[in-house]
C-alpha cells in the first residue's frame, strides 16, 4: 500500500515560531509538493520539489521555506509562524508524467496562536 | 480569474439521487482532466481521470469534459451516504520540470438518508 505520511496530524504553535513539517513517501518519486488548504480557497501550491536539493516555488511561498535532502523526505518551514498560516497543510508526491496521480498525506492542521 | 473555478457547495441530496457536480476552466493548454475525493479529515484521492472531450464511466461514477466550452462534469448515480465528501476538481499542467494540478475550490457534497 502506497503511502506519503506526515508527520503530524495536528499542530498548535506560537506567533514567532520556526515551525517544520515533515512528510516521507515510499514510493521513489521524483516530485514531491506542499499545499494549503483554507475554506474558499482550496488547495494553493506553496512549494515543490522535483529533485532532491532541488525546489520551486508555487503560488504562495511567501513566509515559507522548503528542504529536500533526500528523495523520499519533503520538509516545509515556517521561518517564522504567523496567525494567518493557520491552515490544513498537505504533502503530495507524484511521478513526472502529466496524466499522474497525485499521492496525498493525511494533511496536518496547523494552529498559530 | 481563476483557472479553476468550481460551486464550493454544499450540496445536500437523497440518498439514491443523481449527483451532478461541475467545473469550469479557462486555460485551453489543459489535456488532462481529474477528478479528486477527500473525506473528512484526510488527503484527497484519485477519483477519476479523463484525457480529451467525451465520457468515461466507471461503476456509479460518469466524468465528462466539454473543451469546447471548457467545461468538465462528475456524475454519481444511486447516491450513497458512502460519498459524502469534498469532489475537487483539478488539472495538470506540465512545467519544465515538473507537472502541477491546479485544483478548484472543492464541492462539499452530503448526502442524507
Known amino acids: 500500500d502506497v503511502k506519503v505520511t506526515q508527520s503530524s496530524r495536528y499542530l498548535v504553535k506560537r506567533t514567532g515560531e520556526k515551525v517544520f513539517l515533515e512528510c516521507v513517501q515510499d514510493?521513489?518519486?521524483?516530485?514531491m509538493f506542499w499545499y494549503r488548504q483554507d475554506p474558499g480557497l482550496g488547495l494553493r501550491l506553496i512549494y515543490f520539489s522535483y529533485d532532491v536539493k532541488m525546489k520551486e516555488k508555487g503560488d504562495i511561498p511567501e513566509g515559507y521555506s522548503v528542504s529536500r535532502e533526500k528523495k523520499e523526505r519533503f520538509s516545509l518551514i515556517l521561518e517564522s509562524a504567523s496567525t494567518n498560516q493557520t491552515s490544513m497543510y498537505l504533502c503530495a508526491s507524484s511521478s513526472p508524467s502529466e496524466n499522474t496521480e497525485a499521492f496525498f498525506g493525511q494533511g496536518t492542521r496547523l494552529t498559530v496562536v | 480569474q481563476k483557472e479553476v473555478e468550481q460551486d464550493p457547495g454544499p450540496l445536500s441530496v437523497p440518498e439514491g439521487a443523481i449527483v451532478s457536480l461541475n467545473c469550469t476552466y479557462s486555460?485551453?493548454?489543459?489535456?488532462?482532466f481529474m477528478w479528486y475525493r477527500q473525506y473528512s479529515r484526510k488527503g484527497p484521492e484519485l477519483l477519476m481521470y479523463t484525457y480529451s472531450s467525451g465520457n468515461k464511466e466507471d461503476g456509479r461514477f460518469t466524468a465528462q469534459v466539454d473543451k469546447s466550452s471548457k467545461y468538465i462534469s462528475l456524475f454519481i448515480r444511486d447516491s450513497q451516504p458512502s460519498d459524502s465528501a469534498t469532489y475537487l476538481c483539478?488539472?495538470?499542467?506540465?512545467?519544465?520540470?515538473?507537472?502541477?494540478?491546479?485544483f478548484g475550490t472543492g464541492t462539499r457534497l452530503q448526502v442524507t438518508l
Open positions: 483539478a488539472m495538470p499542467r506540465v512545467t519544465g520540470t515538473a507537472s502541477k494540478l491546479t
Open positions: 514510493m521513489d518519486h521524483e516530485n
Open positions: 486555460n485551453s493548454a489543459f489535456q488532462y
